[in-house]
């Protein structure tokens, strides 16, 4: 059926000459495949440049209920970006970022307090002008809560957090996998800040290094299967 729904891009790959393959998380359908045939030409090239990580689209398309593939009709962008796509600093994070939904969300469910939470994260990355080179490592935190992993604030001290177990404790953990008081603290911070108020986190390159490692960790453990992701070292070089 020919349908409308809003959408995120996450991932795409060239499938031929004239067509190529993208990965939406969409408003309606939840995560779903779209063929875009068409990019040799004049009007197709133009398109093919929107296909840019986390752009949001209005998309038009055949839906085909119990079918993976679904075919693109129309699109325009939902929400033009300013300053994503022209600085580096912002593009490697919408990189990483996008990596970081393609590999964990599978579900074609519908969830819209998810994609509520990735679109209001894209503008915010967009348009905030303070904190960007934390805005990762805030994304990873918020996100532990739509992944189904989100460990819950420990009250004001020192306490370590136990990455076996997703939560912080007073005691230092028997095993390897955990997070020592100053870690656990900036992540305990970061569970209960807003995406305006990062900039407030004063964090080294390596400490925020450091922490981005464990964060992937922590992922890796609750999340098997995760994949490698491309863009990390490129990631670690900017902010470092």
């Known amino acids: 059926m020919l349908t409308r729904t809003k959408a995120i891009l996450l991932h795409n790959l060239r499938y031929s000459d004239n067509s190529l393959i993208a990965h939406f998380y969409t408003q309606e359908y939840g995560r779903l495949s779209v063929m875009v045939k068409g990019i040799s ?46 600085d580096i600093h912002r593009s490697s994070v919408a990189m ?10 599978r579900e074609q469910d519908v969830n819209r307090m998810l994609f509520d939470f990735i679109e209001s994260s894209v503008i915010s990355l967009d348009c905030m002008t ?49 997070l020592e008081p100053e870690s656990a603290g900036i992540l305990n911070r970061l569970l209960q800040m807003p995406a305006e108020g990062i900039d407030s986190l004063r964090l080294s390159g390596d400490e925020r290094t450091d922490l981005l490692t464990r964060l992937l960790k922590y992922y890796s453990l609750h999340l098997p299967g995760i994949r490698q992701i491309r863009s990390l070292e490129v990631l670690k070089d900017i902010f470092r």
Request: one cysteine or more.
């Open 130 to 178: 303070k904190g960007i080179s934390n805005f990762h490592l805030w994304f990873l935190v918020a996100f532990t809560d739509y992944a189904g992993i989100g460990p819950s604030c420990a009250p004001a001290g020192d306490y370590y957090f136990d990455m076996l177990t997703g939560q912080f404790t007073p005691l230092q953990p028997a095993h390897r996998d955990f």
């Open 41 to 86: 030409s004049r009007r197709g090239s133009a398109r093919f440049n929107y296909f840019q990580p986390l752009n949001i689209f209005n998309l038009e398309l055949y839906y085909y209920e119990n079918r993976e593939l679904h075919n693109l009709r129309e699109m325009n962008l939902a929400y033009v970006p300013r300053r994503i796509h022209g």
């Open 96 to 105: 990483f970022i996008s990596e970081i939904l393609y590999s964990i969300i």
